[in-house]
């Protein structure tokens, strides 16, 4: 039987400030199934951000499992979790996070220089999956020749080109006006269809999260509804 993408079970994050404890995610039990498109939503400092963290792996929880890929994280060396993290999260951020006076083939390629794949092969790469997101025209360009939208989805051909379980993309619209949001949603919804990543998205914007097959609302650093559509 095949494990899940990601399975968090009664995971908590609490957080030291000035000799205080600040929880920031309290016992939350959630399983991103393969395949899956998911919308995390919720008010700041719900949660949202620290639960993505998390999943992703960029940050261990205080309390609770993570499992990765049926891995549990906890007995992971650091150099074990980037790893395992290069093989099965995508992360695309609202920022965009391209290094900026490299090419759009060369920012994409870049997770494939921890797979140890020699440049040929990762620039190969590279370019199908621009061409893959739209942009096979694009590969010479730096990101300040490029509008907001097309940034966006060079950092979703770069998340996506390692080929992971599950992409975990933390308020990807957030910078882009509302027709260019939409056309990044529709390619999100797009790959996730015909790749079978899982997608889990995070948002504040109830019309984001509505189109998402499952909404799990946060408040407060806990899950306080879980629907499918």
């Given at each position: 039987m095949t494990a899940p993408a990601v399975?968090?079970?009664?995971?908590?994050?609490?957080?030291?400030?000035?000799?205080?404890?600040?929880?920031?995610?309290?016992?939350?039990?959630?399983?991103?199934?393969?395949?899956?498109?998911?919308?995390?939503?919720?008010?700041?400092?719900?949660?949202?951000?620290?639960?993505?963290h998390l999943l992703g792996g960029l940050d261990r929880p205080t309390e609770g499992r993570l499992r990765l890929d049926g891995r549990d994280v906890a007995g992971l060396s650091p150099a074990e979790l980037a790893r395992l993290r290069n093989e099965v999260i995508g992360f695309v951020f609202q920022a965009f996070h391209l290094l900026?006076?490299?090419?759009?083939?060369?920012?994409?390629?870049?997770?494939?220089?921890?797979?140890?794949?020699?440049?040929?092969?990762?620039?190969?790469?590279?370019?199908?999956?621009?061409?893959?997101?739209?942009?096979?025209?694009?590969?010479?360009?730096?990101?300040?020749?490029?509008?907001?939208?097309e940034q966006q989805r060079v950092a979703i051909a770069r998340a996506l080109v390692t080929g992971p379980s599950v992409l975990l993309a933390d308020e990807p619209t957030g910078?882009?006006?509302?027709?260019?949001?939409?056309?990044?949603l529709r390619l999100l919804e797009e790959l996730n269809a015909e790749s079978g990543v899982a997608v889990v998205l995070v948002t504040h914007d109830r019309d984001v999260a509505a189109r998402a097959r499952r909404q799990i609302a946060m408040r407060d650093g806990r899950i306080v509804s879980d629907e499918r559509a």
């Open positions: 399975e968090a079970e009664r995971m908590s994050r609490t957080y030291r400030l000035e000799g205080l404890s600040v929880p920031a995610l309290r016992e939350v039990s959630v399983t991103v199934e393969r395949g899956e498109y998911a919308a995390v939503v919720g008010p700041s400092g719900s949660g949202k951000s620290t639960l993505m900026p006076r490299t090419t759009a083939v060369e920012n994409v390629a870049l997770p494939l220089v921890y797979r140890g794949l020699g440049a040929r092969r990762r620039r190969a790469a590279a370019a199908e999956m621009l061409d893959r997101v739209g942009l096979g025209h694009r590969l010479t360009h730096r990101p300040n020749q490029m509008s907001g939208g910078n882009l006006d509302s027709a260019t949001g939409d056309a990044v």
